[in-house]
């Protein structure tokens, strides 16, 4: 079976996030994303530490999906260093994991 992976990047409102979400399913980059309420990040940028409200956004997909998938968010995604943070599934439902990988193909 095709390993598993959590993809997470975070955006400036819900609309993005959506817009991320949807366009990654649509092109089959991830069998599912959620996205979070907002979240308050507090990071150090261009050498001021900022406060901003962002949501989060959590892809499902295959590991040999990655490389396009992250192609994908730094084409479309409105950051010019966007987060992408990827974490293999080490576990998880048998039935889930063959979906993730039907999915994404």
């Given at each position: 079976?095709?390993?598993?992976?959590?993809?997470?990047?975070?955006?400036?409102?819900?609309?993005?996030?959506?817009?991320?979400?949807?366009?990654?399913?649509?092109?089959?980059?991830?069998?599912?994303?959620?996205?979070?309420?907002?979240?308050?990040?507090?990071?150090r940028?261009?050498?001021?530490?900022?406060?901003?409200?962002?949501?989060?956004?959590?892809?499902?997909?295959?590991?040999?999906?990655?490389?396009a998938?992250?192609?994908?968010?730094?084409?479309?995604?409105?950051?010019?260093?966007?987060?992408?943070?990827?974490?293999?599934?080490?576990?998880?439902?048998?039935?889930?994991?063959?979906?993730?990988?039907?999915?994404?193909?």
């Amino acid at each position: 079976m095709t390993p598993a992976l959590t993809v997470l990047t975070t955006t400036d409102s819900a609309a993005n996030a959506e817009e991320l979400a949807r366009g990654a399913v649509e092109a089959r980059l991830a069998a599912c994303a959620q996205v979070s309420a907002p979240v308050t990040s507090v990071y150090r940028w261009e050498g001021a530490v900022e406060t901003a409200r962002e949501w989060q956004v959590l892809f499902k997909t295959a590991d040999d999906r990655y490389a396009a998938l992250e192609a994908y968010l730094r084409e479309h995604h409105p950051y010019d260093t966007p987060e992408i943070i990827a974490t293999p599934v080490q576990r998880g439902s048998a039935d889930y994991l063959a979906w993730i990988a039907r999915e994404t193909r």
